[in-house]
Each structure stands twice: as structure tokens, then as C-alpha cells.
């Protein structure tokens, strides 16, 4: 699975670069009978669904060429949505500042779950501030132990 999404990013990117986008992330995965390929992407201000459909058709016209993938498959280009993904060191760069979530792969002060406000990130870890009922506590999360982080809608 990670060699196809290493030659779809290797296809995609060029495309996406083309069009003045980013490219956030490429999943491919079973579910059930099917297998799905996704492509998410985005630009300040969010992508329009026009934006989805040129990816959509340059991307599976090169598809088509290359063949690359073994199995039918539906690709599906799209926004990551409000709670996006953090993958790239940009990402955790862009998020400095605003809600995340994170998992870890085992605990850190017991706990395997954090979302606060990343009030910090260096290559080594990230810095985030939890609020706990009325107090506020600090956790530092190497960035070895993180299993996945994403931004995190908040309703106040």
C-alpha cells in the first residue's frame, strides 16, 4: 500500500503544484469490497469543489496511463476538512497557535489523548496547553510518540 502512495504522491504533486494547491495527504485503503483512493488537498481559503474536479480528472487521466494500481479502485479528491491532518513539518508550523488533537503510541503523564492549544512545536516535540476544568497544564509530546495529530474544532 505505501508504494502506491508513494508513486500516486510522485503523480499528484506536480498536478497539484500546477494549480497552485497543496497537496495535504493520499490514503489508500480497502473498505469492505472496495478500494479507495483518496486524495486530499487544499489552499488559504479552502478549496472549491471545481478545484477537486480538475485534480480529480488530471490525476486519473495520468492514472490511466501509468496504471499503478493492481485493483479497481475509486479515487475521490477532496478538502481534509476543517480538522486536518498534521503530517508535515508545515502542517505543525501552520497549527502553532490553534486547537489540536493528538494520540500518542503510549502515555505520556498516564494519558494517551491531548487537545489543547499548540503553543509550540520544534522538530523534537510539540508543546501544548491543556486546560483542565479551570487550570492550565503544559504537556511536551516527543514527536516520535505521536501516533497521529490533527486540528481540532472547538465550539466555545
Known amino acids: 500500500m505505501s508504494k502506491v502512495i508513494e508513486i500516486v504522491e510522485e503523480i499528484a504533486g506536480p ?3 500546477e494549480l497552485n494547491l ?3 495527504d493520499i490514503e489508500y485503503v480497502k473498505e469492505g469490497k472496495n478500494w479507495f483512493l483518496r486524495v486530499y488537498i487544499d489552499k488559504t ?3 472549491d469543489i471545481e478545484e477537486c474536479g480538475l485534480v480529480s480528472e488530471k490525476l486519473s487521466e ?3 496511463e501509468i496504471d499503478p494500481i ?3 479502485y475509486f479515487l475521490e ?3 481534509p476538512g476543517a480538522e486536518r491532518p ?3 513539518e508545515k502542517d505543525y508550523e501552520r497549527a502553532v497557535g490553534h486547537n489540536v488533537f493528538v494520540k500518542t503510541y503510549e502515555p505520556i503523564d498516564g494519558e494517551k489523548s491531548f487537545e489543547g492549544k499548540l503553543t509550540d512545536y520544534s522538530t523534537d516535540q510539540l508543546t501544548i496547553e491543556l486546560t483542565i476544568k479551570t487550570r492550565k497544564k503544559i504537556v511536551h509530546i516527543p514527536m516520535d510518540k505521536i501516533a497521529n495529530a490533527r486540528l481540532a474544532v472547538t465550539f466555545s
Do not use: H
Request: hydrophobic share 40%; proline share 5%; glycine share 10%.
Open 15 to 17: 498536478i497539484v503544484d
Open 45 to 47: 481559503g479552502g478549496v
Open 86 to 88: 498534521l503530517k508535515k
Open 22 to 24: 497543496e497537496l495535504v
Open 70 to 72: 493492481p485493483y479497481n
Open 62 to 64: 495520468k492514472l490511466d
Open 77 to 79: 479528491v477532496s478538502s
